[in-house]
């Protein structure tokens, strides 16, 4: 049998409810959602034969990983309506580039060493046309537990997102190679690991 957990006291023990999945095989199926979620908020576990509970918990690098993607997706969304918007790229402003990414582009050594903990930043944007590229550092942090369990984990990957000036089409996004110099100095990153953007 197959239930939830929606909260484990260590007073009373875990709070189960039975799943309203859909029956296959005579087994009861989890009603199917996004997996980061699911890492997140509960956890699958089963009871064996002899009646014993084990269960799980979302590591810290499992939580990063799912706040990379969803940052990740999240400027997508943005970029997709500053491209709609921008007839070139010279109409793109600093302010609206700053409101995606922190700006990266011209900095030296020194002050990327002086920078805090930037989840997303700007390192490139280019243009050929109506065609634009822009590259992207995000990353994240997460931490679970406390005293003797606790976890940190730090992640981060780096994307080339493509659209259309003046259009509102999709933004392509696809793994890129970070610079050696932001990874090596920008702070979240160079304590960080780095995750292809493919595999989250």
Same mark, same amino acid.
């Given at each position: 049998?197959?239930?939830?957990?929606?909260?484990?006291?260590?007073?009373?023990?875990?709070?189960?409810? %039975?799943?309203?999945? $859909?029956?296959?095989? #005579?087994? !009861?199926?989890? %009603?199917?959602?996004? $997996?980061?979620?699911?890492r997140s908020t509960r956890c699958?576990? &089963?009871? #064996?034969?002899?009646?014993?509970?084990?269960?799980? +918990?979302?590591?810290?690098?499992?939580?990063?990983?799912?706040?990379?993607?969803?940052?990740? &997706?999240? +400027?997508?969304?943005?970029?997709? !309506?500053?491209?709609?918007? /921008?007839?070139?790229?010279?109409?793109? /402003?600093?302010?609206?580039?700053?409101?995606?990414?922190?700006?990266?582009?011209?900095?030296?050594?020194?002050?990327?060493?002086?920078?805090?903990?930037?989840? !997303?930043?700007?390192?490139?944007?280019?243009? *050929?046309?109506?065609?634009?590229? +822009?590259?992207?550092?995000?990353?994240?942090?997460?931490?679970?537990?406390?005293?003797?369990?606790?976890?940190? $984990?730090?992640?981060?990957?780096?994307?080339?997102?493509? #659209?259309?000036?003046?259009? $509102?089409?999709?933004?392509?996004?696809?793994? &890129?190679?970070?610079?050696?110099?932001?990874v090596e100095n920008l702070y979240?990153?160079?304590?960080?690991?780095?995750?292809?953007?493919? *595999?989250?």
């Amino acid at each position: 049998m197959i239930v939830w957990v929606d909260h484990w006291s260590p007073l009373q023990g875990p709070l189960l409810r %039975m799943n309203s999945g $859909a029956t296959l095989g #005579g087994h !009861t199926e989890p %009603m199917k959602s996004d $997996a980061s979620r699911a890492r997140s908020t509960r956890c699958l576990i &089963a009871i #064996g034969l002899v009646g014993t509970l084990s269960g799980c +918990v979302a590591s810290a690098s499992d939580l990063a990983r799912d706040k990379v993607a969803d940052s990740a &997706a999240a +400027v997508s969304d943005r970029l997709q !309506t500053l491209f709609a918007e /921008s007839p070139s790229v010279s109409d793109i /402003s600093a302010e609206e580039l700053s409101e995606i990414g922190f700006d990266l582009r011209e900095l030296r050594r020194d002050e990327l060493l002086e920078l805090g903990e930037i989840r !997303t930043a700007v390192y490139d944007l280019e243009s *050929r046309g109506p065609s634009v590229e +822009v590259g992207m550092i995000v990353a994240e942090r997460a931490q679970t537990g406390g005293g003797w369990s606790y976890d940190d $984990a730090r992640l981060y990957t780096c994307v080339l997102y493509r #659209g259309q000036l003046g259009e $509102a089409t999709e933004v392509d996004a696809e793994s &890129a190679q970070c610079p050696d110099e932001i990874v090596e100095n920008l702070y979240l990153i160079r304590s960080g690991e780095f995750i292809p953007f493919d *595999r989250l």
